[in-house]
């Protein structure tokens, strides 16, 4: 367990973070006011469970941060959370180092994030560099009275394969292990359609948060196609509230959520640490999987 001492001559220590602090960890996220649900947490365990990390600070648990793994591609940080009373310790910045250096140990060729505007404020410093923006948008599902477009239906566990072998060009890198565990989750707000050939032509997923439905990844090869599979989720979640984070280079993606009446809570920067080959095709990303993913 490395340990630290701060300026302050208190002790920072960080350990593997375990299935027994997900309490601490909701903790933190309730006080940070974010989405993510017990599941969630077990999931990000369940992705990389050597790379998520607890920091304590003079014994008291007091900060989370989590990894994944892309393959050699590139890793991915989220979770960044410290309690309120235990700031300006350099706590976030000690658990984010470690982070990155479980990653690039683990031969990633990048480190990427979708950071807040206060922990860019963080990663600047360490030489992370701006991508592009991306906006969460929240708003009302409403379901429209036209019938579900054709080839559109619930996603099954056997569209898995091809649904990751549509997604990696777009996300980047394979991710099969995080769209099935995510599409588990809520299996009735999962849809996925193919073209005339048979070939996947897109598909989207969306899971229960705390606060509202967590809609993403929604990845579709056009408009319409991305439109015809938000009116099959809009239709089966209606009147409820919806979080959805929409890529800035995916400018359709940001006039559509717009014209539902969507409005933006706040704003995200995709950042990366070194290599950024494998930066995928954004305009097809109608929204993300959630900022501590990608």
Known sequence: MPTNLNASGSAVTLRRFTAADIPLAMELKNLAGWNQTEPDWAGYLEFEPEGCFVAELDGRACGTATAIRYGDRFGWIGMVLV??????????????????????????????????????????????????????????????????????????????????????????SERAAVLRSLSRRNPEMCFVTRDAAGAIAGYLIARQGQNAVQLGPWLARGTGVAAGLLAAFSRKVSGRRVFVDVPHPNGAGLRLVEGLGFTVQRGFVRMYLGS???????????????????
């Open 83 to 172: 309690h309120p009373d235990c700031r300006r310790f350099g706590i976030g910045t000690t658990l984010l180092r470690r982070v990155i250096g479980y990653l690039q140990q683990h031969g990633t060729g990048g480190v990427k994030l979708d950071a807040t505007p206060m922990g860019r404020k963080v990663y600047v410093p360490i030489g992370f560099v701006d991508e592009y923006e991306v906006t969460r948008y929240e708003g009302v599902a409403r379901a429209s009275g036209g019938a579900i477009a054709p080839g559109i239906r619930e996603m099954s566990p056997a569209d898995i394969a091809g649904i990751a072998a549509f997604d990696a060009p777009i996300f980047g």
């Open 276 to 294: 950024n080959h494998h930066a995928g095709l954004p305009e097809f990303v109608f929204g993300t999987s959630g900022a501590e993913k990608g």
